[in-house]
């Protein structure tokens, strides 16, 4: 199957470069879902290599029948990239037959005519030029010295003029942040929004933009301070915010992408992903080299980087860079949080980025993985989703971007949780849906509705915060018990292995007439085992049905943290034991992996196994007050060292939980 998936992944680029000079710069955007597992692959490997084929993937798709959004030249490289997707059992249709009009149509004026010398006033940045702006502002802020176009996209130029007025007219709760520079040299500036104090408060970061094509993004930030700003000593509730908490908001992470994403309508230029650093040359696979620039700003933080969902090619869309933190804007944002002023400042990380509608919460490189404060995050994140849709209807769902988008590494909200110990960490993915068509080309009518409802998500997150730092000592932040903490990671571990279960495989082998071994483990009751070996020779064929069921993963905090970086509170990752074999003899002489010891290049790839255990660490099981769910259960695992891998899924069902679960190296005191 992988020699097949190169095959015809060779074929297309042969066919794209044979068709690249000849058809106009035109761009459709397919809806592309995968049948099988075979299909699913070749689009993932499609993505791996979208710098050959010339592809730009909106979206990738998380699991069979999950739609993909792919932007492609038309003409002859659509056809064939069409026929070949359909030999390989994937449905395409057509979503935006032409993305430079969808672009014309959401985002610039009525003017039907376009120079290409000034490109005839796509974007004003003047907003009283501009044709259609929403001029429902009802539910904006009024600030009477600082004017923004909320109605409009406008440039990082009217973003930090906007800041600075505001700087200047409200010096009591407002002043610029300079976090860093760009590679062409314009200023990262943020406001710090907050009333003066004498002790030190805790903080709340916010930003946006960090790709360069979710203008969105760095819309709705805005918002965030204007609301802030206009708010404090109006609304009792935000002054509130104002007065217990510093915000740090940085709008645009990425001036560079940006600015030049503003520059053409042409797609592919608009939608531009990376920064805007120096190129990077390598050899090309006809010959010579290829030079591309930009990396993906969100790939290169230092949390698994380059593991999974990122490229070592320049010329890829996920490009993670060099090496770690290679790229100044992600140096300005980790040294800015690590200075002085905000270590251990921070209990909210809040990064926006667009499309999807989704709540995103750590750990988002590798599938059912989890921080220990899982049931605390997901509650926070509920409340916000729930809250959100009462101001518009519009539905949001939750959960890591490993499981309800793709795997990807080194992201900046997985790296505040792990390095940072932020307590609230969230990525969230704005308007529209997956299923709508628009995807980065969010019409400007929707720009003030958008970030009015995600302002009203955000304010849960703050109220959270609020109530960690008033029920708690600086000492213990911790909203429930240790207890009940276990209990909630229990309950996502059964949730994650359910999942997991949905993806067992049957598959039916016809042995050739000749000589065969064959091994059959018959699952028993949990009384007794049997395992029989039998072989036969036969000149007929038989027929072996396997039933392979997938384990779960690991459903905790692997990170690879910053040497420099804080350890204040940080969760201590569990001791796993061992797979439960035949060979094991007693509990003394078994011994304990670390899953922290496991090299952080590899974790992704390597597939380790254990035995089931439930509890946050194993000195959870000394409990003294800890019961069994079943009493059997105990008397099970000390009349059959096997039970645990002969009886998984009975197990894992009847006996979790509980304090002898497979588990003999821990005994009771």
């Known amino acids: 199957m992988r020699y ?37 692959n070749l689009i993932k490997q499609l993505q791996l290599n979208d710098y050959k084929y010339d592809l730009d993937f909106w979206k990738s798709p998380s699991s069979i029948s999950d739609k993909a959004d792919i932007m492609v030249k038309r003409g002859k490289p659509e056809r064939m990239l069409r026929q070949i997707l359909s030999f390989s059992n994937v449905t395409v249709s057509m979503s935006v ?33 501009d044709s259609e702006p929403d001029l429902d502002l009802s539910k904006v802020g009024e600030l009477k010295k600082a004017k923004y176009p909320f109605g409009d996209y406008a440039s990082y130029a009217d973003m930090v003029k906007y800041m600075r007025t505001i700087e200047f007219y409200y010096p009591r709760i407002a002043k610029i942040v300079r976090i860093g520079a760009t590679h062409e040299g314009k200023p990262i500036e943020g406001l710090k929004i907050g009333a003066m104090s004498s002790k030190r408060k805790r903080a709340i970061w916010v930003d946006g933009n960090i790709h360069a094509r979710e203008w969105a993004s760095s819309h709705t930030a805005l918002f965030f301070i204007n609301q802030l700003v206009s708010g404090y000593g109006k609304d009792p509730q935000i002054t509130h915010y104002v007065d217990s908490l510093d915000f740090y908001i940085v709008p645009c992470l990425n001036p560079d992408g940006y600015e030049y994403t503003r520059s053409s309508p042409i797609p592919s230029v608009r939608l531009w992903r990376k920064n805007r650093s120096p190129e990077v040359c390598r050899p090309s696979l006809w010959g010579g080299e290829k030079c591309c620039q930009g990396v993906d700003l969100n790939r290169n933080f230092r949390f698994h980087w380059a593991e999974r969902g990122s490229s070592y090619e320049p010329c890829s869309n996920i490009y993670h860079g060099e090496e770690v933190f290679s790229e100044p804007e992600t140096k300005s944002v980790r040294n800015f949080l690590n200075a002085p002023e905000m270590k251990d400042r921070v209990d ?62 080194g992201g900046s909200d997985d790296w505040a949780k792990s390095a940072l110990n932020v307590k609230y960490v969230y990525l969230i993915e704005l308007r529209p849906q997956m299923e709508l068509s628009n995807g980065f080309i969010l019409h400007k009518k929707e720009l003030i509705p958008t970030a009015v409802e995600t302002f009203e998500g955000f304010r849960e997150v703050v109220d959270a915060v609020l109530v960690l730092n008033n029920s708690t000592s600086s000492a213990n932040r911790k909203t429930i018990s240790d207890l009940q903490m276990r209990k909630q990671q229990y309950r996502m571990r059964i949730l994650a292995s359910q999942a997991a279960a949905t993806t067992r495989i049957s598959t039916s082998s016809k042995s050739p007439s000749t000589t065969s071994t064959t091994t059959t483990t018959t699952r028993a009751k949990p ?16 027929t072996t049905t396997t039933e392979v069921v997938t384990k779960p993963r690991r459903h905790f905090d692997r990170f690879t943290s910053d040497a420099s970086s804080s350890t204040r509170a940080r969760p201590t990752p569990p001791m796993a034991p061992p797979t439960m074999t035949a060979s094991t003899e ?25 035995g089931f255990y439930t509890a946050t660490k194993p000195s959870a099981f000394l409990d003294p007050e800890c019961r069994d769910m079943r009493y059997s259960c105990g008397f099970w695992l000390k009349n059959n060292k096997q039970v645990c891998d002969e009886q998984q899924s009975f197990m894992r069902a009847q006996c979790a939980y509980t304090c002898k679960f497979c588990t003999s190296f821990i005994k009771r005191h």
């Open 4 to 40: 097949l998936c190169k095959s015809i992944l060779l074929a297309v680029h042969t066919i794209l470069l044979t068709c690249s000079a000849q058809e106009p710069d035109k761009y459709a955007l397919l809806h592309v879902v995968a049948l099988d597992e075979p299909s699913l």
């Open 97 to 129: 037959p032409d993305v430079e009009k969808l672009i014309m149509r959401n985002e610039g004026t009525t003017s039907k005519s376009r120079l290409l010398g000034s490109f005839m006033k796509w974007l004003h940045d003047d907003p009283i030029l």
């Open 348 to 409: 909210a990380f809040v990064t926006l980025h667009s499309y999807a509608q989704l709540w995103i919460y750590p750990y988002s490189h590798e599938e059912q993985n989890y921080p220990e404060d899982i049931g605390e995050l997901r509650k926070t994140a509920r409340k916000a989703i729930n809250r959100l849709s009462r101001v518009y209807g519009t539905s949001y769902r939750m959960g890591t971007g490993a499981d309800t988008l793709s795997p990807a590494a």
């Open 527 to 542: 009384s007794s085992t049997s395992t029989t070996s039998t072989t036969s020779t036969t000149s007929t064929t038989s």
């Open 586 to 610: 007693s509990a003394s002489t078994t011994e304990v992996e670390d899953i922290s010891g496991v090299p952080s290049s590899s974790m992704a790839s390597r597939s380790t196994t254990y």
